[in-house]
């Protein structure tokens, strides 16, 4: 084995997928890309990484709620595009020609073109690590989509997009909570 630079040690361990989060400041909405995004346990909450570098966490912090919206490997260039612009100066659904739905619980708006998308409300901010603990409150996702691949940041400008998903429930199904 050869030696990694500690400062690139994070690109081992990979969090999960690449989401896009919404919010909506009481006057318009926006959306930023996250990489860093963690599951925290069944009930469900969720973490993302983010801080005040971000437009959209003025909107967070202020409404105490948003959208964990899910894209899938056909919007690659528009999530990393959406990671590239401000929305301060963008309206980012209409330059990267994004459908807002009204969400159901929260006024943060859900996705149209993304395979899945949970509404969120903030339960804590770790504002040290710049964490935001989110709680879902209500779930949605487009089954009859075809494309399902989702895309995984590695951080350093390279992704990873799921393959096959291999089934082994029957070797943890007493290991797995009831409903899984």
């Known amino acids: 084995m050869r030696q990694l630079k500690l400062s690139k040690a994070f690109t081992l361990l990979e969090p999960g997928p690449v989401v896009l989060v919404t919010t909506y400041d009481g006057n318009k909405n926006n ?26 966490f003025a909107a967070l912090r202020k409404t105490r709620e948003c959208v964990i919206a899910v894209p899938t490997v056909d919007l690659l260039d528009q999530v990393v595009g959406i990671g590239t612009c401000s929305g301060a100066d963008t309206d980012k659904f209409a330059k990267f020609k994004l459908t807002a739905v009204p969400g159901k619980v929260v006024k943060a708006p859900l996705i149209d073109e993304c395979v899945a998308n949970i509404e969120c409300k903030v339960a804590d901010m770790i504002l040290k690590h710049n964490i935001v603990v989110l709680e879902a ?11 399902k691949r989702m895309v995984h ?24 909570p009831a409903g899984l």
């Open 31 to 56: 959306v930023m890309t996250i990489s860093w995004t963690m599951v925290l346990d069944f009930t469900p909450m969720f973490a993302i990484t983010t801080g005040e570098w971000n437009y959209s």
């Open 137 to 147: 409150v209500a779930a949605h996702i487009d089954s009859a989509r075809k494309e």
């Open 153 to 176: 940041a590695v951080g350093d400008g390279t992704f990873i997009v799921d393959g096959r998903r291999l089934d082994r429930r029957k070797m943890m199904a007493s290991k797995l």
